[in-house]
């Protein structure tokens, strides 16, 4: 069988990856990336001072005001709902200027899994009613949260 030997070699990581950043009062290496979307890419990150502490680290790129006031807004909103056993806690964040564009860090609590991979980890067997009323009865408890805030927030 034949080999094809990679004529141009793999890019290096562009984003985070292998940095040492400070997030607010925390100070954190950047691991692998675990999600990425338009203008925003999250990242798997260990604590300096306690290594055995994990968050998720968002990082977004923000191009312009409107962009800003809605990281700022996702920053008011994580603060309102800290607490809540169904809702991802923000530990830290941090905006920085970088001369035409700003990047904002968001440092969140790290859960190893998600609903949707719960879902999918399934496979093709189904989950017994009760365990299927203990999610639905989560979510909803995350959505009262939002809904009960001043004004209202609703989740996309």
Partial sequence: ???LKQFIPKEQPSGLEGRTVDVGNVKVHVRE???EGGFSSVYAARDLVNPAKQY???HVIVQDEESL??????ITVMRSL??????VALVAHAILDMGRTREALLLMEFCEKSLVSVLE???AGHFDEE???LIFRDVCNAAFAMHCQTPPLAHR
């Fill in 1 to 3: 069988m034949w080999r």
């Fill in 33 to 35: 990336a675990i999600a």
């Fill in 56 to 58: 998720a680290l968002k």
């Fill in 69 to 74: 006031g809605l990281v700022r807004k996702e």
């Fill in 82 to 87: 800290k607490g809540h056993p169904n809702v």
């Fill in 121 to 123: 980890g399934r496979g």
């Fill in 131 to 133: 365990k299927v009323a």
